[in-house]
């Protein structure tokens, strides 16, 4: 599918400016009755912050970032998310250590790569040695993701069944503990919420937890996309399936990719999306991505660093949730 990049729209008039928060609160509390809000999982961890205005609960997905201009236009999000070993990792993670971010860092085909080996030939022994040298050169992140896409991303030993993923869990949480035991492991490499992927990624956690997998990690990442327009069976189907992974991993669930593209409405995405993944007990979102690149038009901006529409509501979103429900 072709995607056109959205220019900067204008800000939206005064009434509108807390429409996405509305949503947002809208949809945390649809079909929960008499609970409150502060009852509702994810919410009362979205309005912890960290650092002086930092949002805890919120992420940005990065490939490359110039600490200069466009450092400046990074949203408040706690979190930054990237490839380790790829050529903007160095970039972000010393902006992220030099504004009281952290960073969610991806252990895969970058890491080999940087590490002198082939990703689409690798051993378990290759594996091994490419997740030692990144983070014992990386061990102050925050937590590190184990892989990106295993079902879409097959590669060398990742052959996309449970049995070698976990494998490559077990030895990457393992070598985490040594060299970065304050580090979280975040497993579960993006299974798919919603589209073609959703059913075989539930299923494929389901067979990790038979093996008893997830005690090896922290955390649980999911990749929630609408292959198009947002809707209300969308969002039934993140908040339905959101609470499936909970459930079947017993672990804290992260969004760690989150998007739309310009093609259609991102802000009309998020008012949607948002809520749904909150009501499913999402703890962490990260938003993909902050710039539009070759793999389409989703950042909140323009390639040029022109803001979307889209940027002004995610801003509101850090600045407003936790006033609003406080």
Same mark, same amino acid.
């Given at each position: 599918?072709?995607?056109?990049?959205?220019?900067?729209?204008?800000?939206?008039?005064?009434?509108?400016?807390?429409?996405?928060?509305?949503?947002?609160?809208?949809?945390?509390?649809?079909?929960?009755?008499?609970?409150?809000?502060?009852?509702?999982?994810?919410?009362?961890?979205?309005?912890?912050?960290?650092?002086?205005?930092?949002?805890?609960?919120?992420?940005?997905?990065?490939?490359?970032?110039?600490?200069?201009?466009?450092?400046?236009?990074?949203?408040?999000?706690?979190?930054?998310?990237?490839?380790?070993?790829?050529?903007?990792?160095?970039?972000?993670?010393?902006?992220?250590?030099?504004?009281?971010?952290?960073?969610?860092?991806?252990?895969?085909?970058?890491? +080999?790569?940087? @590490?002198?080996?082939? &990703?689409?030939?690798?051993?378990? =022994?290759?594996?091994? !040695?490419?997740? /030692?040298? *990144?983070?014992?050169?990386?061990?102050?992140?925050?937590?590190?993701?184990?892989?990106?896409?295993?079902?879409?991303?097959?590669?060398?030993?990742?052959?996309?069944?449970?049995?070698?993923?976990?494998?490559?869990?077990?030895?990457?949480?393992?070598?985490?503990?040594?060299?970065?035991?304050?580090?979280?492991?975040?497993?579960?490499?993006?299974?798919?919420?919603?589209?073609?992927?959703?059913?075989?990624? +539930?299923?494929? @956690?389901?067979?990790? &937890?038979?093996?008893?997998?997830? =005690?090896?990690?922290? !955390?649980?990442? /999911?990749? *929630?996309?609408?292959?198009?327009?947002?809707?209300?069976?969308?969002?039934?189907?993140?908040?339905?399936?959101?609470?499936?992974?909970?459930?079947t991993t017993g672990r804290e669930i992260?969004?760690?990719?989150?998007?739309?593209?310009?093609?259609?409405?991102?802000?009309?995405?998020?008012?949607?999306?948002?809520?749904?993944?909150?009501?499913?007990?999402?703890?962490?979102?990260?938003?993909?991505?902050?710039?539009?690149?070759?793999?389409?038009?989703?950042?909140?901006?323009?390639?040029?660093?022109?803001?979307?529409?889209?940027?002004?509501?995610?801003?509101r979103e850090l600045g407003d949730l936790?006033?609003?429900?406080?």
């Amino acid at each position: 599918m072709a995607f056109q990049t959205e220019r900067a729209k204008a800000q939206p008039a005064d009434p509108e400016r807390r429409r996405f928060i509305k949503f947002v609160a809208l949809g945390a509390m649809a079909g929960l009755g008499a609970y409150a809000l502060g009852s509702i999982p994810g919410l009362s961890s979205a309005l912890r912050r960290s650092g002086e205005s930092l949002v805890e609960s919120q992420g940005i997905c990065l490939h490359d970032l110039d600490a200069g201009e466009e450092g400046k236009l990074v949203p408040a999000a706690a979190w930054l998310r990237s490839d380790v070993g790829s050529d903007g990792w160095a970039a972000i993670s010393d902006y992220a250590s030099g504004t009281g971010r952290k960073t969610l860092a991806i252990l895969g085909q970058f890491a +080999l790569w940087s @590490a002198g080996l082939r &990703a689409d030939s690798f051993s378990r =022994e290759d594996w091994r !040695a490419a997740v /030692l040298a *990144a983070v014992k050169a990386n061990p102050s992140s925050a937590a590190f993701e184990i892989w990106n896409e295993p079902l879409q991303n097959i590669s060398g030993y990742q052959d996309g069944t449970p049995e070698r993923y976990m494998e490559m869990l077990m030895d990457a949480h393992d070598i985490i503990r040594d060299n970065a035991p304050a580090s979280l492991v975040v497993a579960g490499g993006g299974l798919q919420v919603y589209g073609p992927y959703a059913d075989a990624s +539930l299923a494929f @956690a389901k067979s990790l &937890a038979e093996l008893g997998a997830w =005690e090896y990690c922290n !955390a649980v990442s /999911l990749h *929630a996309y609408p292959y198009g327009e947002a809707s209300a069976g969308m969002a039934e189907t993140y908040e339905r399936n959101v609470r499936a992974y909970a459930d079947t991993t017993g672990r804290e669930i992260w969004i760690s990719e989150t998007g739309q593209v310009s093609q259609y409405d991102q802000q009309a995405y998020m008012e949607t999306a948002y809520p749904a993944l909150l009501r499913g007990g999402a703890s962490k979102i990260f938003w993909y991505e902050l710039v539009d690149d070759t793999s389409g038009d989703f950042g909140l901006l323009t390639s040029s660093m022109e803001k979307k529409r889209a940027y002004d509501a995610y801003t509101r979103e850090l600045g407003d949730l936790e006033s609003l429900l406080r």
